[in-house]
């Protein structure tokens, strides 16, 4: 009887010592949870936060670009301009150049009404009847490279003027103070000076069409003076204010009815 009590009592006991340790291994894991809890819930409220200063800051730097952009587009706005057209710009260059370089014109304009020739050329001028027509050649009146050449379909570009524009002439690279030749037979018409070509020269070939030489010295023939082809008409003369970047050229121009056509087409292959 004794040894079943003993054996009961420290059953009992057994049992309770179990289940007192269990409640003291179930305490540290209580307060783990917790702790886990606890830190999750700060890393939680932290992430937040940062979420909501991101948000905070990103709605303000959008509210600046926005101020920004508006800014922006009224500067650009008020200092928009419309750009200059091609002309309004060769126009422009033109009175600066005019009004900051002292006016080299010395002679007076000088002209006269052009002979009169019949289409069939049976009236002479002169004497001397002239014909020319697309099938005629004009000999170089001087030797030298092309430094603006023809051009009335598309802009060349004026080194001077620093423009783009057409051209109804050639340019042709020459010495100051070289002959130049007529070129082709015919009458002077008109000798004048011209703020751009300087002195020129216009001479009636025939059938509508002439030849007008600019940026000459020394004129050698008179109004109304008969021309061979051979013919020395001036000298080159120093360039004008609108071709000093150029250099010394003589400037060249021919028509058909007054319709600028290119010389290029007339001139000898070989010069």
Not at 42 to 71: C, E, H, M, P
Not at 103 to 117: G, L, R, W
Not at 154 to 160: A, G, K, L, M, V
Not at 196 to 219: F, H, N, P, R, V
């Amino acid at each position: 009887m004794v040894i079943i009590c003993v054996d009961k009592f420290q059953i009992v006991f057994a049992a309770q010592m179990e289940v007192t340790m269990n409640k003291k291994r179930k305490k540290p894991d209580g307060e783990k949870i917790f702790s886990i809890v606890a830190s999750l819930a700060i890393v939680i409220a932290l992430v937040a936060g940062i979420i909501s200063i991101v948000r905070s800051n990103t709605r303000q730097d959008k509210k600046k670009n926005y101020i920004d952009l508006n800014v922006a587009e009224k500067e650009t706005t008020t200092e928009h301009k419309e750009p200059q057209t091609t002309v309004e710009r060769v126009t422009e260059k033109i009175v600066e150049i005019e009004t900051t370089t002292e006016d080299t014109t010395t002679e007076d304009t000088k002209q006269v009404d052009a002979p009169v020739i019949n289409e069939d050329d049976t009236e002479a001028v002169n004497g001397i009847t002239y014909s020319f027509n697309e099938n005629s050649v004009i000999k170089w009146p001087l030797k030298g490279d092309i430094v603006l050449g023809f051009n009335m379909d598309n802009t060349i570009y004026f080194p001077t003027l620093d423009v783009y524009r057409c051209n109804p002439a050639i340019m042709i690279n020459a010495t100051e103070g070289e002959d130049v030749r007529s070129g082709v037979k015919g009458v002077v018409t008109q000798v004048y000076s011209d703020n751009e070509t300087g002195t020129t020269m216009k001479i009636l070939a025939g059938d509508g069409y002439e030849i007008t030489y600019g940026q000459l010295k020394d004129i050698a023939v008179g109004i109304g003076d008969n021309l061979d082809e051979n013919t020395v008409i001036g000298k080159v003369a120093a360039p004008t204010k609108y071709y000093t970047k150029e250099g010394s050229n003589l400037y060249m121009m021919l028509t058909k009815d007054g319709l600028a056509l290119d010389p290029m087409l007339f001139l000898e292959e070989e010069q």
